[in-house]
């Protein structure tokens, strides 16, 4: 197997995007964005997203470091544009600045138009410099709360000054961040109003999520589910929301918050299915490739790439794997066991 610290300076014959066909799914979508899991380690235990004694993978089973970066290099020769670095947590990967180091060739040759993260925001007071150093523009920071208590309570074991004092580093370093928070019932709905003046009053966009039904926590997703139709209904007796024609291919139906010029956006995988122009797929630690997030159906490039050294091998595998991405996906939350998806978000990448 190869080790992280094999990293070398070489190129690979993928780095140039000249040549192979785009991706193109069943339903003529171009594949554009990949985003990649590092690691399904987190530093954090977000009471919606995993268990709080969570039995994470063993090192042999993920992608080396090396392995992601020749994953990506396929990607980007078959047409993809946008590489979103994810866990987990992706930070706390172990020399985890060696793969933005040598992804960040794909942008200074123009094969890559963007290279970002989402992150807890845990370790950016120790990256950010460097991450915006090597070309990445922007960055999406998960956070629920304002509430140093409460933020406590959600992650089990989170420090809020730690988090916004990494914001502020992102901030400091000329990244451009976007507050993703997930609207949960009886926790945070009565702060989100607040939150949006928080992160526009400080040029930062914001995000809301509904509670996705991936994995077996303890609690009970239904008691965390609040619809973002309700959570819209409530925000809209105080700000004045103008839909916007952004599209990105993703999950987002963005407004305009007249009130402070800044842009929201809302993600609703359970009360509104927003598949339609998906141009997304996302590679777990283990190299599995999800073309949904939604459905169980994947495809393993690990067992190819590590079988040959040969990039077209690999790149045959997922052009196979983008003819099996559905329409869409199903998710369903219910009072019962098992959850929709029985895989992990922290496993898929958030």
Same mark, same amino acid.
């Given at each position: 197997?190869?080790?992280?610290?094999?990293?070398?300076?070489?190129?690979?014959?993928?780095?140039?995007?000249?040549?192979?066909?785009?991706?193109?799914?069943?339903?003529?979508?171009?594949?554009?964005?990949?985003?990649?899991?590092?690691?399904?380690?987190?530093?954090?235990?977000?009471?919606?997203?995993?268990?709080?004694?969570?039995?994470?993978?063993?090192?042999?089973?993920?992608?080396?470091?090396?392995?992601?970066?020749?994953?990506?290099?396929?990607?980007?020769?078959?047409?993809?544009?946008?590489?979103?670095?994810?866990?987990?947590?992706?930070?706390?990967?172990?020399?985890?600045?060696?793969?933005?180091?040598?992804?960040?060739?794909?942008? /200074?040759?123009?094969?890559?138009?963007?290279?970002?993260?989402?992150?807890?925001?845990?370790?950016?007071?120790?990256?950010? /410099?460097?991450?915006?150093?090597?070309?990445?523009?922007?960055?999406?920071?998960?956070? /629920?709360?304002?509430?140093?208590?409460?933020?406590?309570?959600?992650?089990?074991?989170?420090?809020?000054?730690?988090?916004?004092?990494?914001?502020?580093?992102?901030?400091?370093?000329?990244?451009?961040?976007?507050?993703?928070?997930?609207?949960?019932?009886?926790?945070?709905?009565?702060?989100?109003?607040?939150?949006?003046?928080?992160?526009?009053?400080?040029?930062?966009?914001?995000?809301?999520?509904?509670?996705?039904?991936?994995?077996?926590?303890?609690?009970?997703?239904?008691?965390?589910?609040?619809?973002?139709?309700?959570?819209?209904?409530?925000?809209?007796?105080?700000?004045?929301?103008?839909?916007?024609?952004?599209?990105?291919?993703?999950?987002?139906?963005?407004?305009?918050?007249?009130?402070?010029?800044?842009?929201?956006?809302?993600?609703?995988?359970?009360?509104?299915?927003?598949?339609?122009?998906?141009?997304?797929?996302?590679?777990?630690?283990?190299?599995?490739?999800?073309?949904?997030?939604?459905?169980?159906?994947?495809?393993?490039?690990?067992?190819?790439?590590?079988?040959?050294? /040969?990039?077209?091998?690999?790149?045959?595998?997922?052009?196979?794997?983008?003819?099996?991405?559905?329409?869409?996906?199903?998710?369903?939350?219910?009072?019962?066991?098992?959850?929709?998806?029985?895989?992990?978000?922290?496993?898929?990448?958030?």
């Amino acid at each position: 197997m190869l080790d992280d610290s094999s990293l070398t300076p070489q190129a690979s014959a993928v780095d140039a995007p000249a040549g192979p066909a785009p991706l193109i799914d069943p339903f003529q979508r171009a594949i554009s964005y990949l985003r990649i899991s590092v690691t399904d380690r987190c530093d954090l235990r977000c009471a919606y997203c995993m268990s709080e004694h969570m039995e994470f993978l063993p090192k042999r089973d993920l992608l080396t470091l090396e392995e992601l970066d020749r994953l990506c290099g396929v990607f980007i020769a078959r047409g993809v544009r946008k590489l979103r670095i994810t866990g987990g947590e992706p930070l706390v990967r172990r020399d985890i600045m060696h793969l933005f180091r040598r992804l960040s060739r794909h942008l /200074d040759s123009g094969a890559l138009e963007e290279l970002t993260l989402t992150t807890n925001g845990t370790q950016l007071t120790r990256y950010a /410099d460097e991450l915006a150093s090597l070309g990445v523009r922007r960055i999406n920071v998960s956070l /629920d709360t304002l509430d140093p208590d409460k933020f406590r309570e959600i992650t089990r074991r989170g420090d809020l000054k730690v988090v916004l004092d990494g914001i502020a580093a992102a901030r400091a370093a000329g990244m451009k961040v976007k507050i993703n928070a997930v609207a949960l019932r009886d926790v945070n709905a009565d702060e989100i109003p607040d939150m949006i003046a928080w992160a526009h009053g400080l040029g930062m966009d914001m995000t809301l999520i509904e509670v996705m039904p991936l994995g077996e926590i303890e609690a009970d997703r239904t008691d965390q589910f609040l619809p973002l139709s309700v959570a819209r209904q409530r925000l809209e007796t105080r700000y004045t929301l103008t839909p916007l024609p952004d599209r990105t291919g993703g999950p987002a139906r963005y407004v305009r918050v007249e009130e402070t010029g800044g842009k929201l956006g809302f993600i609703t995988p359970l009360t509104h299915n927003f598949c339609e122009s998906c141009n997304r797929v996302r590679l777990t630690c283990t190299g599995q490739l999800y073309m949904c997030l939604g459905q169980e159906d994947s495809a393993d490039l690990r067992a190819v790439l590590r079988a040959s050294q /040969d990039d077209s091998v690999l790149a045959a595998a997922v052009v196979e794997a983008i003819t099996r991405k559905p329409k869409g996906h199903d998710f369903v939350i219910e009072r019962q066991r098992p959850a929709a998806v029985p895989r992990h978000m922290s496993v898929t990448g958030g």
